[in-house]
Nanobody
Framework: QVQLVESGGGLVQTGGSLRLSCAASGRTFSRYTMGWFRQAPGKERDFVAFVSGSGGTTDYADSVKGRFTISRDNAKNMVYLQMNSLKPEDTAVYYC??????????????????WGQGTQVTVSS
C-alpha cells in the first residue's frame, strides 16, 4: 500500500502560479503511476494529469495543457504539479492518486487505487 499526502494549495490571483506536492509512503514508489485530479464544488472529480513510474510518460487534460506540468522525484517519493497562468476555473480541491497496476488508460478516477486527502486551490479573479 501507499499513503499520499498533498500540500501546496492556497489562494492565488488570476495569472499566478502554485506548485502542489504529493508525498508518498512506501519503498516501491517508482512502480506507481501517479495522477492529479481536481474537484470543484458540485462537480465530478476530473482528470488533470498523470505521470508514469519512470517519469517518461505524461498526459494532460486539454484544459490545463501548456499551463500545468506534472513531474516526480522517485528518490524522494514525491510527485509535483506546477500550475502556471492560473484561472478562476482552476479553483478546486486537488487530489493526488496512485496505482501500481497496468491500465490501458490513466484518465479515469476508477483507474487509481490510492488517494490523498486533497488540497484546496482557489484562484481569485
Amino acid at each position: 500500500q501507499v499513503q499520499l499526502v498533498e500540500s501546496g494549495g492556497g489562494l492565488v490571483q488570476t495569472g499566478g502560479s502554485l506548485r502542489l506536492s504529493c508525498a508518498a509512503s512506501g519503498r516501491t514508489f517508482s512502480r506507481y503511476t501517479m495522477g492529479w485530479f481536481r474537484q470543484a464544488p458540485g462537480k465530478e472529480r476530473d482528470f488533470v494529469a498523470f505521470v508514469s513510474g519512470s517519469g517518461g510518460t505524461t498526459d494532460y487534460a486539454d484544459s490545463v495543457k501548456g499551463r500545468f506540468t506534472i513531474s516526480r522525484d522517485n528518490a524522494k517519493n514525491m510527485v509535483y504539479l506546477q500550475m502556471n497562468s492560473l484561472k478562476p476555473e482552476d479553483t478546486a480541491v486537488y487530489y493526488c492518486a496512485g496505482t501500481s497496476s497496468w491500465r490501458y488508460e490513466y484518465r479515469g478516477v476508477a483507474r487509481y487505487d490510492y488517494w490523498g486527502q486533497g488540497t484546496q486551490v482557489t484562484v481569485s479573479s
